[in-house]
């Protein structure tokens, strides 16, 4: 659309009379041809000037820039249809052709700008877009548009370590410029790292500033860490504490949010200054501690699931968030249990008491023996002294042997309860592990779980046997069982083994005790005197020279009573001449 040309004529002019409108158009004819012929002089080709849309075709775009003529541009090289009026800026590559037209390009204009904000953004560290086009060496290659490109730096090119460098292809993105030329050549490089973190914080300090404690926010599960997960709240992290995913117990953050999801959280805890933001998902309900004793009381028997096994018990959750410890004392009223993992195992699904609790701390003492009987209670009933019983050994000591009655209820045998008359050292030569003897209750005491076994008391005791039959002096046989520096030890009937002391050996005065030592052996067999007799302590002692001198007494006895058949006694003057003749052969 040409402009008008200088010369046309304009209609009838409202500033003088009728007669003089040829005076005033020769007037405005040399006015407009000054100005038409100023703006010549003033406009350069290769200028970028502004001008104004003045109409718009289908391809084409017409625009003022106050010269003779307006310029043509292609609609093409407008990203979006312009309107009437819009500005414009142009580059006049020719103010007048050959056909009387001005030439002017947007395209150049564009890219004279471009270049223009490029190097203002560059002075004054202001941003610029672009789009991250393609992976090369070392980063990336970002086209700025108006065919420019620039390398952007991996490192520069996000905040976190990138593991797929190819995620970022095809983002749109402000960056820095930190450097237009190298050597004298164009070598442009930019930075998206730096605008991130200022984006980022920004954003935290918008956080800081309008989000209050106790407010809702939508994060993402970012990351895990051994305490809890990174919540990207936007660009900046909040942390979910393993303490704030659950009232309950929570043993690893993967177990409660996985990576990736979208999830509601409470603000708990704000640190501008350090810049920390605490999150929560438990405060969404009430702490379960409030209502405990409306739910909960002492010696009540509840189902709970075993959360964490530890040295000394098992941890048990009653609810989530209520969890008390079974002290591995309170496992089992009759087991040494050594490991709470022999009794229980984590996940599984258990009875227990509850046997105190204190709300302040948050901790509830829980028995699993309780929900069962004490056999202990009643063990006397079933186990009454004088009870007699066949059992295994299931354990021997240097001093006894256990004896399983039932399950987790064992009895002790002692080694003197083994014998009556045998003196037993070592039990374990008498008795063997997984062997089935009979024994008797001889004691039992149920509050301090004792129970006391014996083996010998199933007989008759053969000391009191042998006090009854045998007195102080009495005539008795037996075998020489053992010898020993003070004596011999003579094992008569019944099993009873007496003591018949050196200084009681010899059988004559002429001989010494030692003497009397050496003539005895090992299973001889000898006639003694009993001499004392302690069935309590199951000692006796006898001798065999008061069994001779008594054997002499009533030798003499009997020769002095004797009839020598002409009516004489025999006097103790014969009794001598005889044994002295006796003697003499």
């Given at each position: ?9 304009f209609g ?8 003089g ?44 820039v ?19 009026g ?13 056909h ?56 520069q090119?996000?905040?976190q370590k990138?593991?797929?460098?190819e995620k970022?292809?095809g ?6 410029v ?25 954003k ?5 500033e309008n ?13 895990y ?21 659950s ?35 438990k405060?969404?309900?009430d ?5 405990f ?10 189902k ?14 009653l ?15 009759v087991?040494?249990?050594q ?29 699993l ?11 006397h ?5 004088g ?11 240097n ?22 008359t ?12 997984g ?8 004691a039992?005491?149920k ?11 199933l ?11 045998y ?37 004559n005065s002429?001989?010494?005790?030692d ?36 054997i002499?007494?009533?030798?003499v ?29």
């Open positions: 659309m040409d402009k008008v040309e200088v010369g046309t004529e009838p002019s409202d500033t003088g009379p009728v007669d409108g040829r005076k005033s158009d020769a007037n405005i004819q040399t006015q407009l041809q000054e100005e038409y012929l100023k703006s010549l002089d003033s406009a350069e080709e290769g200028q970028l000037v502004e001008g104004a849309v003045v109409q718009v075709r289908d391809d084409q775009v017409f625009v003022d106050n010269l003779k003529s307006e310029g043509k541009i292609p609609r093409a090289e407008f990203s979006e249809v312009p309107n009437i819009d500005k414009v800026w142009v580059v006049l590559v020719m103010k007048e052709n050959k009387g037209e001005v030439i002017v390009s947007k395209q150049k204009a564009d890219v004279k700008l471009f270049w223009k904000n490029l190097r203002q953004a560059f002075q004054d560290h202001t941003l610029v877009e672009g789009v991250i086009e393609k992976l090369v060496k070392g980063g990336y290659d970002f086209n700025l548009g108006y065919d420019t490109h620039a390398f952007l730096p991996i490192s090119s996000d905040i990138i593991d797929k460098p970022l292809l983002e749109k993105t402000p960056v820095y930190e450097r237009l030329y190298s050597d004298g050549k164009q070598n442009i490089v930019v930075n998206r790292r730096k605008w991130l973190e200022e984006d980022i914080e920004r935290r300090d918008a956080f800081f989000t209050p404690i106790g407010s809702d926010v939508i994060g993402v599960v970012k990351s860490t051994s305490f809890g997960a990174f919540i990207d709240l936007g660009g900046f992290d909040g942390l979910l504490h393993l303490n704030d995913m009232w309950g117990h929570v043993n690893r953050p993967k177990d409660f949010v996985k990576r990736g999801q979208e999830i509601k959280l409470k603000v708990i805890r704000l640190d501008p200054n350090e810049k920390r933001i605490n999150l929560s998902i405060h969404f309900t702490d379960p501690w409030i209502h004793e409306d739910k909960y009381h002492v010696n009540d028997i509840r709970g699931k075993v959360t964490k096994i530890t040295d000394f018990g098992a941890f048990i959750e609810e989530e968030g209520i969890e008390g410890l079974a002290h591995i004392s309170e496992f089992s009223w087991k040494k249990v490991k709470p993992e022999d009794m229980v195992s984590i996940g599984a699904v258990v009875e227990c008491m509850i046997l105190g609790y204190d709300l302040q701390a948050g901790r509830v003492s829980l028995g023996k309780q929900v069962t009987a004490n056999p202990w209670a009643t063990v009933e079933r186990y009454p002294v009870t007699r019983i066949s059992r295994k050994v299931v354990k021997i000591t001093v006894g042997a256990f004896i399983e009655l039932e399950e987790g209820i064992d009895g002790f045998l002692h080694a003197d309860d083994i014998s009556w045998k003196k037993v050292k070592r039990p374990g030569s008498e008795l063997q592990v062997q089935e003897i009979e024994v008797m209750v001889i039992l005491e509050d301090n779980r004792n129970i006391r076994l014996g083996v010998k008391q007989t008759e005791d053969p000391w009191k046997t042998f006090a009854s039959t007195k102080q002096g009495s005539f008795i046989e037996g075998e020489v069982s053992s010898i020993t520096d003070f004596g011999v030890f003579v094992r008569v009937p019944g099993g009873i083994e007496g003591l018949v002391h050196k200084s009681n050996l010899p059988e002429g001989e010494t005790p003497e009397a030592m050496k003539k005895y052996h090992i299973g001889d067999k000898v006639k003694a005197v009993v001499l004392e007799i302690q069935p309590d302590k199951q000692k006796a002692a006898f001798s065999i020279r008061d069994y001779q001198r008594k002499q007494r009533e030798e006895s009997q020769y002095m009573s004797s009839d020598t058949g002409d009516g004489s006694k025999i006097t103790l003057g014969d009794l001598l001449k005889s044994k002295k003749g006796e003697d003499g052969k």
